[in-house]
């Protein structure tokens, strides 16, 4: 579904997204951002992150994950079980004339379907499909289980996070998922650009890989200069205090001021022009060697700094620093909202698009984040921000609609639909 | 359509902006990397007072060297009428030109996307500014890490109860970086589709100018936390090494390797990880209490757990202990430092650290672009060029200069080879 007059750049692609996980689904939903077609595939029951919260007004149920939503916006919803022969059938009749097929299943139960690409490639030559896996295909590990924070610390990406008198932390939010879906998304760019000359292919995706080669290439700083990165606390680096985070009254901010200049800025911003010329403070060297009392003269002043005030007053001076906002002061920020960057996902989700508002549940919008990138206008129309986007389908709501489209014989959608009915009221009944 | 390799020139400098011309050389295009003697990408370092030509301080930094591998380096002063010029020759031949500074630097240099565009409505230009190219704060400045911040990443790093902590790796540049190069790609995937309807393979002009602000390519990475908000009123909070719906769910301390703290990660996403844990634990009296079968009761006694896990990890080597617990299904993952990730027995057997010769620094293995493709394998992994090392090569052969024109730039200052300092 095209979301403006002009067709989206991708409009011309189709996918299918047999995945579960937040990784592969965030590149299915960057394709649909930009105008793809994409059928998700789910069990019966429903992608298991429709019951993983963020849950709209805190209430759970199928159609009312915020994640789950903002992914699948848009999306179309074929409901089948892929363990049982018909629903097998079924998928493959949906995959004529389909460009790219998703999936997050090891290699041998991909096998045994006969989903993987060389299985395939009879009969869908130009088929692409991608595999989004923890440790990819291959290897000791491909068997592994992994959660993003499992996956964080294979990748190098724990050891090094963290304060230095306690045991390190993974990141907060499930970072190396996301960036996984982005290159995700990007190798399957770079295979339908390859297509005409050496038609479907497969593309294998490791987040274990992709988080480690997003590692600001430590492993190369290893072999340069033997140096075994260890956790250096809120401090960008050891030692160096003037880059980094550092309380304010109200939360925290960052400040970074390795050079002189931007010391002396900092300085006057302080209303201590005096310190530039202070010798403990004159040259990088000294700064190094008077540490402490830098931070505690930084220290000093950023205590008493409302938050935004200080971000604001430094970047007036050209300094790069920055605050701390709360996902509050993210979705209220006037620089986001005047480039109208949110999005706005229907409240109602899963809802029948002519359900009428009542009062029980009012008609309303959710801010979403928006387009990772725009699109200028130029020799073609632009695509830019602020947009009303489309529900996210209830569980299994196209799928009368997209088997039929597909040719699948009237019975056997009847009995698939049959078999989706009795799957659910079964799950409901638990 | 499309069988001819791209074309990239690159201006940009640091981590985002030149991680999207490496993605695309990795897999074939050609990227030549225009940098002035000047103002070269600062990655490279800083310009020393005692810099002589040909100076090898340039050449040496991990993270230049990285990500501007495949890469040919070309010299042009922007700042000069003439290597404008040159810059424009080059763009006529190129499918895609990058850049990420601030908003207001490219037109100040002549080079304002709508001008660029229509001198060469062919090509896909993609600007990375921090903050976007509109907006009451489009001209503030930014880097990775601070995009992180602002992105409401670092502030959901760390212990509740001690401060925000930073992801280790400048996280806004790597998220905007993959993103701008899946932005080329969509964008020259529209232009060659309408190339092939118009039937001439380059009649309608299709380009485009993408703007990538780093702010908003990163927020998306931190939606699962993020969209509390909108869904609850509330604001999501700091978990430590705890989280929000698994436990136990721990970071546990192991034996240290040439003095250097090692830990492990362990996660139980459900009652049959935890029935796995007990098991691969040999089934200790403390795991059998009943309360333990459901995450609440996990979770109340989380401290409890934690206590017993670490007992159990303190004496083992990570690497030992997660194939221990793995061999048990437990979700469990060694928390490599970054000479562990050089060695990792996984990363090794697929090939991911990838053998480079670098005419200063030698031969050292750096990471493949962490995605595969069967058909299509990663094979121009060339070292990151020398300042300046292709420009004779580059004007030659892609602008047909002679031996006069180039001493002529050279005599103009175009393509100066001398390290000038800065005042």
């Known amino acids: ?430 | 359509m499309s069988a001819a390799p791209l074309r990239v020139v690159d201006v940009s400098q640091g981590w985002a902006g030149p991680m999207v011309g490496y993605m695309l050389a990795a897999f074939g295009a050609e990227v030549i990397k225009v940098e002035s003697a000047r103002y070269f990408d600062w990655w490279r370092g800083s310009p020393h007072p005692d810099a002589a030509p040909g100076d090898n301080r340039y050449e040496m930094t991990p993270t230049h060297n990285s990500v501007n591998r495949s890469k040919l380096a070309v010299n042009i002063d922007l700042q000069i009428p003439e290597g404008l010029a040159l810059l424009n020759e080059l763009l006529a031949e190129s499918d895609v030109f990058v850049e990420n500074y601030p908003p207001r630097v490219m037109p100040r240099l002549g080079l304002a996307p709508e001008k660029v565009l229509a001198d060469h409505p062919h090509l896909v230009m993609i600007s990375l500014p921090a903050f976007g190219a509109s907006g009451p704060e489009m001209d503030y400045v930014g880097f990775g890490n601070t995009i992180e911040a602002m992105a409401g990443i670092t502030l959901l790093n760390g212990y509740p109860d001690g401060s925000p902590i930073q992801n280790p790796n400048a996280y806004g540049d790597p998220a905007s970086g993959i993103m701008g190069a899946f932005a080329v790609l969509t964008a020259l995937h529209e232009r060659d589709n309408l190339n092939a309807k118009d039937g001439s393979g380059g009649g309608q002009p299709a380009g485009r100018h993408i703007e990538l602000s780093e702010l908003e390519a990163t927020i998306p990475h931190a939606a699962n936390r993020l969209l509390e908000f909108p869904a609850t009123g509330r604001n999501p909070e700091r978990t430590g090494t705890r989280h929000p719906t698994m436990a136990p769910h721990g970071v546990y301390p192991c034996q240290p390797i040439d003095d250097i703290e090692r830990f492990i990660v362990i996660a139980c996403r459900d009652d049959d990880d935890w029935a796995n844990l007990r098991a691969a634990l040999g089934d200790p009296a403390w795991a059998q209490d009943d309360n333990l079968r459901t995450v609440d009761g996990r979770r109340a006694a989380h401290d409890a757990i934690d206590t017993h896990l670490a007992a159990w990890t303190a004496p083992r080597s990570h690497i030992d202990a997660m194939h221990h617990l793995q061999a048990h299904h437990v979700p469990a993952g060694a928390a490599l430092s970054n000479y562990d990730v050089l060695f990792d027995e996984h990363l090794t057997e697929r090939g991911f650290h990838i053998p480079v010769d670098h005419p200063v620094m030698g031969t050292s293995l750096y990471p493949a672009p962490g995605v595969r493709l069967s058909k299509s394998p990663v094979t121009a992994d060339r070292p990151a060029p020398l300042l300046g090392q292709h420009t004779e090569d580059v004007l030659q052969r892609i602008l047909h200069k002679t031996d006069q024109q180039l001493a002529d730039l050279e005599a103009l200052g175009v393509t100066t080879r001398a390290f000038l300092r800065e005042g």
């Open chain 1, 1 to 430: 579904m095209s979301l403006s007059d002009h067709p989206l750049p991708l409009h011309d692609l189709r996918i299918v997204d047999c995945s579960t996980g937040l990784a592969a689904a965030f590149a299915a939903k960057l394709f649909a951002q930009y105008g793809a077609d994409v059928i998700k595939i789910e069990p019966p029951t429903g992608d298991p992150m429709r019951q993983a919260g963020p849950f709209i007004d805190d209430e759970p149920g199928p159609n009312r994950s915020l994640l789950f939503n903002w992914l699948h916006a848009g999306q179309r919803s074929v409901a089948l079980d892929l363990d049982t022969d018909p629903g097998l059938a079924a998928l493959k009749q949906l995959l004529h004339g389909v460009d790219i097929l998703i999936d997050s299943d090891p290699l041998a139960p991909t096998q045994a379907r006969g989903l993987d690409q060389p299985a395939l490639e009879d009969q869908f030559p130009n088929l692409i499909t991608a595999t989004v896996t923890p440790f990819g295909l291959t290897g000791p590990y491909a068997g592994y289980e992994a959660t993003h924070a499992v996956l964080h610390a294979l990748g190098g990406w724990v050891h090094p996070m963290g304060e230095q008198d306690r045991p390190p932390v993974p990141s907060g939010p499930e970072l190396g998922l996301v960036m996984t879906g982005v290159f995700t998304a990007f190798g399957i760019m770079q295979a339908l650009r390859f297509r005409p000359q050496v038609g479907g292919q497969a593309v294998d995706v490791s987040t274990q890989e992709v988080i480690a080669a997003t590692m600001i290439y430590d492993t190369v700083s290893f072999q340069y200069i033997g140096l075994q990165r260890q956790r250096s606390g809120h401090a960008l680096f050891n030692n160096i205090h003037n880059l980094g985070l550092h309380p304010s009254r109200d939360g925290y901010v960052g400040v970074y001021a390795p050079l002189s200049w931007q010391l002396r800025n900092l300085f006057e911003m302080m209303g201590k022009p005096e310190l530039s010329d202070d010798e403990r403070f004159r040259t990088p060297e000294s700064r190094i060697a008077f540490a402490d009392d830098l931070q505690q003269e930084i220290v000093a002043f950023t205590e008493t700094q409302d938050s935004l005030e200080f971000y604001h007053a430094a970047q007036a001076r050209r300094l790069p620093f920055n605050f701390h906002p709360t996902a509050e002061q993210i979705f209220d920020s006037p620089h986001l909202n005047a480039r109208g960057y949110f999005d706005r996902l229907p409240a109602l989700a899963g809802q029948p698009t002519d359900a009428q508002p009542t009062d029980a549940q009012p008609a309303s919008t959710i801010p979403v984040p928006g387009l990772p990138f725009r699109l200028d206008p130029g020799p073609l129309p632009g695509l830019q921000g602020s947009r009303d986007l489309p529900a996210a389908p209830s569980i299994g709501e196209q799928t009368h609609a997209a088997l039929t489209a597909a040719d699948v014989a009237p019975a056997t959608v009847a009995e698939l639909i049959a078999g989706l009915t009795s799957a659910l009221s079964n799950g409901a009944a638990q």
